[in-house]
C-alpha cells in the first residue's frame, strides 16, 4: 500500500521546500564522505562529522534568511527545525530498521502538533537518510511522516542521487598571429674597424 505524502497532512510541507532541505542534508553527507578519507578515519568519525555538518548546514541556511518558511525550535544538539511551523527533525539512520531517537521518539517540541492531533493523523515527522544495511550505498532521503501512535502515515522520498564525475577542462589563451621576422645584415660603422685592429695588436 502506498503511503500519503506529507502535504495531505500538512500542506506547508511541500515537495520544493522537502527537496531544498533534502538537497543540503545530501550535500553535507557528500562533503564529509570526499573530505574524511585518511586511514584514520572510521565509520564514527564521518558519522558525527556528518551529523554535525548537517545540523550547522541547517542553522546557517535559517541564518541567512533566505528561506523564509525555514524556523528553529531548539538549535541544541537535538535539533528541532520546522517547515511552515511544523517542527521536523533529521537522522542518519535506516530505513528498514530504525535505531535513533530522532525517528523513535517524539521531540519536546513537537508535542503541542501532537497533543492537538486528530485520529490518523501525521504530526511527527523526522528526514532520514539512509545508507542500506551495509552503510556502503549512495543515500535516499525520506521524509517519514508518524501518528500520536507512532504509526507510519505518510513518506516523501527525494529524487534518486546522482553523484557525477565532471571533467575540467583549462581555458587555453587564443593563439596571437604573429608576422614573420626580418633579418638584415648588420650595418658597420668605420670605428668598428679600427677597435678590430686595436684588439689584434
Not at 51 to 59: K, S, T
Not at 102 to 121: C, M, N, T, W, Y
Not at 127 to 152: H, K, N, Q, Y
Request: hydrophobic letters at 40%.
Amino acid at each position: 500500500m502506498d503511503l500519503r505524502k506529507p502535504s495531505d497532512f500538512q500542506p506547508v510541507l511541500s515537495d520544493d521546500r522537502l527537496a531544498v532541505v533534502a538537497a543540503w542534508l545530501m550535500e553535507e553527507w557528500a562533503a564529509t564522505e570526499d573530505d574524511l578519507v585518511r586511514e584514520t578515519d572510521s565509520p564514527y568519525t564521518r558519522g558525527t562529522t556528518c551529523f554535525g555538518r548537517q545540523r550547522a548546514r541547517i542553522l546557517n541556511e535559517y541564518l541567512g534568511g533566505r528561506h523564509p518558511w525555514l524556523g528553529i525550535e531548539n538549535s541544541a544538539n537535538d535539533l528541532v527545525f520546522s517547515i511552515g511551523g511544523v517542527p521536523c527533525r533529521f537522522s542518519n539512520d535506516s530505513l528498514a530498521a530504525p535505531r535513533k531517537r530522532a525517528v523513535l521518539e517524539a521531540h519536546r517540541f513537537q508535542l503541542p502538533l501532537i497533543e492537538d492531533s486528530q485520529p490518523g493523523e501525521a504530526v511527527r515527522f523526522c528526514f532520514v537518510v539512509d545508507r542500506g544495511v551495509e552503510e556502503e550505498s549512495e543515500p535516499r532521503i525520506e521524509l517519514l511522516g508518524f501518528t500520536a501512535g507512532d504509526e507510519l502515515v505518510c513518506r516523501w522520498r527525494s529524487a534518486a542521487p546522482v553523484r557525477t564525475l565532471i571533467a575540467v577542462r583549462a581555458e587555453l589563451p587564443q593563439p596571437v598571429e604573429v608576422a614573420r621576422p626580418v633579418v638584415v645584415a648588420k650595418r658597420r660603422n668605420a670605428g668598428d674597424d679600427e677597435a678590430a685592429a686595436s684588439a689584434g695588436t
